[in-house]
């Protein structure tokens, strides 16, 4: 087998690896102009979108999102045997909810809930990469406003419910550092129906709500995703798709292109050759392997300086 064809079964392979979360995302893509509860701390211009029901202006159902679906298929791991560890018949897994709220009802679907632990736990698993995890600091306004909206969702349903849980875990080695407990009362519950008056608001002139924050496509991957891009930033250049593309490890850092020796003399013979401190042959050895000089030019694409022709 040659090696032209050992490339087209590896661009097949990566083709086909593309393409399980593409049709992923496809299958899991919901309305993107209604608002849920995930979305009620997010943006505050794209809920005032949403809420004044405004036609989406950006299709994102062909992206892969790899790493939304590999959190996806975190949780459907972790939880059931979560609930199980529980052993309580009234834990609840991904459960959907509605939350009736100023003459709204806006759906979601939480995490887990239990009242095995302390008469009514919500807990919400959040994934990351590697070096996202926090330290058990109060979780962000927007992810307080997303869990206080399922909780007051579960209370309005009957439920018992006192406190509410962030258990951050990482996708990488499945540390659960920094898990996050509060309690839920009528002050939080006040704080989701404050949020929906203010978003209400805003809904009547979204193109002037505030955008939080939020740096715009290229910048933001939250506006990378949004599906009011084109309309909250006219004009502006699409993110360069897709994002997930594996970071060179081990290929060399770019060199500066060293000067030449200076030489003494000016007869035939060389007599001597001076090297400037930086990039002496006294020090080449010292220098990290990949910033040495190669024998031979690498592959397409990596970076190489040709090392400066030396006269004998
Ligand atoms: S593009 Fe960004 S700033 Fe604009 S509505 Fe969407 S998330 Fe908000």
Redesign the pocket.
Known sequence: MNRAELEAQRRQLEDALAAVFRTATAANHHDPGALSISGLGG?T??AA?QLARYAPTDDHSHQEQRASHLGQATHDWVLPRLAAQLGHELTLVEHDVILPVRGLKIPGRLDLFTPAIGGGLLVDLKTHGYDQGDDGDEPSRARLLQLYGYATALRLMGYLIRAVAVVPMSRIHGGTSGVWIGEFGSKQEAFVDARVRDLLRHAKAPAFAP??A?R??GL?L??DS?P??TR??PGAEPPRLPRCAPMPTSSPMPLATPKPPHRRGTGRRRRSTTWPRSVGPARADTRPTATKWRSKPPRAGSAWIKPARRSS
């Open positions: 943006c211009r794209r979108y955008r939080d939020h715009g496509p933001d939250t506006c949004c009011y891009m909250c930033w």
